[in-house]
């Protein structure tokens, strides 16, 4: 590893030039694959271009997407492009996302750069977003059409904070779960969390994450979800998606 332009030791550069999670020794996304693992995983497992295009126009609403783990922004910059592209004019995106190690917005920039698709949504987000420890940032893109609500905490009071404050009134429309593996960040995939996506899912709100470890399909389903094992992409072999039963 080579170190870079680091935040109090969150991450540093691999010799590729790839962010790297110092706190949990792990990958921030695939070089290869990660622009198209994020649309497969995130925005396909959640059937999000179809459910954009299908939103009433004669409606002023809202469709939220709770993430657990902000990282570089790159599922962010997804759902806000496919949002681009699909949604009618009337609806707006609000993105609430957990990161405990928030990286800079230089870093983001960096690690986005892979992807010139997302130069115009990685360079406003740059504009903006300026994490700290504790506390929340709340950020407004595209003319207010896109909120993005970060929670700079660990996940599970987090997702209290999400609750108690109303941050998501109607409750989530769709999950992300990408809180790196489960075997170096298992505060990320405790029943605790699982029980926090419960109280902010109603009938219907689905969920998408590149794990398909045994225990977190167990704790999902414990908490009302109904979840499946699907074809992955690129070296990911499998992926799991789902929906609330309650």
Known sequence: MTSGNDMDGTMVWDSQGMPWSVAFDDQYFCKEYGYEEALYVVCQGNNLKERFSSLDSAV??????????FGTGLDFCCAWQLWDECAPRSWSLHFISVELYPLSADQI???????????????ELAAQYRPGSGGMGDFSFGSGRIRLTVIFDHVIPALAAIKEQGL?????????????????????????VFSGMAALSRCGTTLATFTVAGFVRRGLEAQGFEVQR?????????VLTGHFKG
């Open 230 to 238: 699907v074809l992955g992409h690129g070296r990911k072999k499998n």
């Open 60 to 69: 002023d609403g809202v469709f939220t997407i709770i993430e657990t783990g």
């Open 109 to 123: 920039v960096r690690a986005l750069s892979l992807w010139p698709c997302l130069s115009p949504h990685k360079e």
């Open 168 to 192: 998501a009134p109607n409750g989530a429309d769709a999950w992300s779960l990408d809180g790196f593996a489960p075997s170096k960040n298992p505060e990320m995939w405790s029943d605790g």
